[in-house]
């Protein structure tokens, strides 16, 4: 059976992304569909990330002090290296020395 799921699954995964290749021949020149296609792939990681991100915690506090320093060290032009060691210690700080004071 599980290699009928398996089956299945290749089978779909084939197919989205075959049949944009036999559909469009042309190049696509509407505006809005190619902007409209250049985010999808951001707004799918962003659907995919931001749940996660609030669920990888302990509490919701310490998911929102991480993602707050991860933003604004992102707004400031850090690289990725300092935005992730950012959020993971305000995660760590949070969850160590203020959880026990924000108890709702």
């Not at 009928?4 to 290749?21: K, N």
């Not at 992102?74 to 700080?93: E, I, M, P, S």
């Amino acid at each position: 059976m599980i290699y009928l799921y398996i089956m299945v699954m290749a089978i779909v995964t084939y197919l989205i992304r075959m049949i944009p290749l036999t559909v469009f021949h042309k190049k696509i020149t509407s505006p809005f569909i190619r902007s409209f296609l250049y985010y999808v792939p951001y707004a799918c990681l962003t659907a995919m990330t931001v749940p996660a991100v609030f669920y990888a915690t302990n509490s919701l506090w310490s998911a929102t002090a991480g993602v707050t320093v991860a933003v604004v060290l992102a707004c400031f032009r850090r690289n990725l290296v300092t935005v992730a060691a950012g959020a993971c210690l305000a995660v760590f700080v949070v969850e160590q020395f203020l959880l026990p004071y924000l108890t709702i």
